[in-house]
């Protein structure tokens, strides 16, 4: 997929207008923050279980090499094939040569993001191969012709109305006027029109939420049951992964596979965990003939070593997203690839090249949200800093951010000026603010003034209100 995320300001700015999204925003963060909270105070290890997550992706990291070469020599024991595909490229046009050897026309597809970095339905597409996405939230998305604004509910910017009317749109077979006010009703058509296409496809394509090396499996999860359909009524069954997804052993997976539903949805488990391990075998009731791992790396190799590193150990489990005040305004197309809210910010312009998304890294309030909710404990905001450390060293700021944040820092590094100019400055601007208290406009606030009133300081600065706090003022 070719990344816009160079246009993140333009898709912001018509973001923020769309009153669509705004609602559609509303009920994704207040329904998934309280369930991901009532989940883990359901769990009173849960802070022990990330402890142990953390360790096991620390060390799968440090000994990556070992797992994957154990775990190509599984699925190989197992009856399988693995393909290594350093590039977006090489990965395309090894699956479409899979899909070529078995004689493959029609694909059913589980939602997988790594497919979405490679615009493989595009490409099977234009090769005359037709992808078919099983998953509601990804089929909604495939009849719209947009990609996913988020990594577990891809059609979550869209209000019920919207997807009514894409159904009625595309469905024309249909009764035009049937009923289509209710979740119910719009999911149980989209069951109907996908359950006679899972038998009728050649090849079934899924990601991997984990693959095992100890075993040579890959595990996928989902709450439709999509995924076992696609993986087990086709011929051929393609798994697409990338590298970091190898963990050593099953076990592991249990510890992860907690963790993973607890901060994606809030639920114990996720309804289907489905493992894979090799084509059908003598005596089995169904399964691939089939069966190939397509490993990506897409530059992840590259972060192994360095600043970026714990970014790989990212489960993909959308906590993140669902909390950060940036995503909520904004939803999951502004940021222009695959990967949005702050888990994008770091791994879009780590995979993609800082040049490809300069804004990213900077759209952040900092919160620290992201962090504290992050099952892995991904210091997000610490990686937004290396980034935007990496942009002033490569120059790639404008001259007048430069100078400001020289500026800055010699002011900063000075705390008697620093409290003279702070302490001036706060009261010159709460005296121009008068009574309203706000400003419409001032030089080189203009990002913030353009959409609202920038408030003026009010009494004295930090060490003021800190030292009068100190003497009881307060
Ligand atoms: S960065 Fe953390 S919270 Fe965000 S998707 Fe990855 S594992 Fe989940």
């Given at each position: 997929m070719e990344t816009q995320s160079r246009h993140f300001k333009e898709n912001v700015a018509a973001a923020i207008l769309d009153d669509d999204l705004k609602g559609a925003m509303s009920k994704l963060t207040s329904a998934l923050r309280p369930k991901r909270a009532s989940a883990v105070a359901g769990l009173p290890e849960f802070d022990q279980l990330r402890d142990h997550g953390i360790a096991i992706r620390m060390h799968t990291l440090d000994h990556i090499d070992t797992y994957l070469a154990q775990f190509e020599d599984n699925v190989i024991a197992n009856g399988g094939h693995v393909h290594w595909c350093a590039d977006e490229d090489s990965a395309r046009q090894t699956i479409l040569d899979l899909c070529r050897q078995h004689d493959v026309r029609t694909v059913t597809k589980g939602k997988s993001m790594v497919t979405e970095e490679l615009g493989l339905n595009t490409f099977l597409d234009s090769h005359g191969i037709l992808p078919l996405e099983t998953d509601l939230g990804e089929y909604i998305i495939q009849l719209r012709g947009e990609h996913p604004?988020?990594?577990?509910?891809?059609?979550?910017?869209?209000?019920r109305e919207q997807i009514a009317e894409t159904f009625r749109q595309s469905h024309t077979h249909l009764d035009a006027d049937r009923p289509m006010d209710t979740a119910e009703s719009l999911t149980e058509e989209a069951r109907q029109e996908l359950r006679e296409k899972y038998g009728a496809a050649d090849a079934g394509i899924t990601g991997a939420n984990f693959m095992i090396a100890e075993t040579g499996s890959t595990i996928i999860v989902t709450n439709e049951g999509n995924g076992d359909l696609t993986q087990t009524l086709a011929r051929v069954h393609i798994v697409v992964a990338s590298l970091e997804k190898i963990i050593p052993t099953m076990e592991d997976a249990g510890v992860l596979l907690r963790l993973l539903a607890r901060s994606a949805t809030?639920?114990?488990?996720?309804?289907y965990t489905t493992l894979s391990s090799g084509p059908r075998r003598p005596g089995d009731p169904d399964g691939p003939e089939a069966f190939h791992v397509v490993l990506v790396d897409n530059g992840r190799s590259g972060m192994i070593g360095g600043s970026e590193r714990e970014m790989l150990r990212c489960i993909r489990c959308s906590a993140c997203l669902n909390h950060c005040p940036v995503y909520a305004a904004?939803?999951?197309?502004?940021?222009?690839?695959v990967y949005s809210g702050p888990m994008g910010k770091v791994l879009t312009p780590s995979l993609t090249g800082l040049d490809q998304a300069p804004d990213l890294p900077n759209a952040s309030s900092f919160c620290g949200k992201c962090e504290e909710v992050c099952p892995m404990r991904i210091p997000l905001p610490k990686l937004m800093r290396n980034l935007r450390t990496k942009q002033t060293e490569m120059k790639m700021t404008s001259m007048r951010q430069r100078v400001i944040l020289a500026l800055w820092s010699q002011l900063a590094s000075r705390p008697a000026l620093y409290r003279l100019v702070t302490g001036t400055v706060t009261r010159i601007l709460a005296r121009i603010a008068g009574?309203?208290?706000?400003?419409?406009w001032l030089p080189m606030t203009g990002g913030w003034t353009k959409m609202r009133d920038l408030p003026a300081p009010e009494g004295g600065g930090f060490f003021a209100r800190y030292n009068a706090s100190r003497k009881g003022d307060h």
């Open positions: 604004s988020h990594i577990i509910a891809p059609a979550t910017h869209l209000q809030g639920q114990d488990m996720s309804v904004i939803g999951g197309h502004a940021y222009g690839w009574k309203r208290g706000a400003f419409r």
